[in-house]
């Protein structure tokens, strides 16, 4: 997986993380809620990947290997690198 950091407002940061592989598709939304994600009905029906779990928020487009992440609260580190083991999991 390739990450980029972005710099956002007011001094937070925001991240572009590139799959490799297989993109992401409405057949790994259970996989998330399964690991703990909320993953809303209504952006699923839109197309749109929206995650979130303790602070950390995944979207992006389904079929592609793009996703943006955003990360709020302490020990972003931790949640960011737990995100990392359950999309190489689920997104295979």
Known sequence: MKKHTLKSCCGSRSH???LEGSPIRKSHVEAFTA???VVPPNFT???VFYAT?????????????????????????SKLAQLEVDLTAIVK
């Open 35 to 37: 690991a703990g994600y």
């Open 45 to 47: 029906q839109s197309g």
């Open 16 to 18: 572009i993380w590139l």
């Open 53 to 77: 779990r303790g602070g950390v928020i995944v979207t992006g487009a389904f079929g592609t290997q793009r996703l943006s992440v955003r990360c709020s609260g302490p020990d972003c580190e």
